[in-house]
Every structure is written in C-alpha cells, then in structure tokens.
C-alpha cells in the first residue's frame, strides 16, 4: 500500500518562503511521476508542479520562477520550494504520484499566505 505523507505547511506572510516535503512509501518511486497539487474550497484540484523521471519538469503559469519541484530517489521524498509566496497562493496543498498509471494522494498540507 503506498503512502504519501505530506508536511511543512504553514501560515506565513507574503513575500516568504516555504518548503513543502512528502514522503513516500513506493518501492517505484523513481520510475513514478511526482507532483503536487493545491486546492481552495469551492474550486477544483489544480496541477501546480510535476516531476517525471526523465528530468522533465512542468509548472503552473502562476508559479513559473517562484515555486520549484525536487525529488530525493533515494530518500524517496519530494518537495515543493515555494519562494516569493502570495496570498493567492494560499491552498491545501497535495502530493501526488503515478506510479503505472496508479495514483496516490498525499493527505494534504495547508499554506496560508496572509500579512
């Protein structure tokens, strides 16, 4: 059973920095897609950066320059850097894996950007 436990979230003030971990229990974790989402109630779940393990590395027009996505294969982990934050920012945020066209969902973290 493959596990995502997200953490790092916080209350902060616009302009800071923020970096989000997930831990992963995969044994396919460096073949798998990583990534996370956000979400803020009444909207849907929105992609905000993915990692796949070819290198290749997308983003949100949003938080093109400001967020950046790592991974650790080793250490099975993944984070979000998240740099310059907004309040528009603020949001659940999700680790995501696909794995085989399998998905996994992190149980959520919040960030809240507000002075």
């Known amino acids: 059973q493959v596990q995502l436990v997200e953490s790092g979230g916080a209350l902060v003030q616009p302009g800071e920095s923020l970096l989000l971990s997930c831990a992963a229990s995969?044994?396919?974790?460096?073949?798998?897609?990583l990534g996370w989402y956000r979400q803020v109630p009444g909207k849907d779940r929105e992609l905000v950066a993915l990692?796949?393990?070819?290198?290749?590395?997308y983003y949100k027009d949003t938080v093109k320059g400001r967020f950046g996505i790592s991974r650790d294969n080793d250490k099975n982990m993944v984070y979000l850097h998240m740099n310059t934050l907004k309040p528009e920012d603020t949001a659940v945020y999700y680790c995501?894996?696909?794995?085989?066209?399998?998905?996994?969902w992190g149980q959520g973290t919040q960030v809240t950007v507000s002075s």
């Open positions: 995501y894996m696909n794995s085989h066209d399998r998905i996994y």
């Open positions: 990692s796949n393990s070819d290198g290749d590395y």
């Open positions: 995969a044994s396919d974790f460096s073949t798998s897609v």
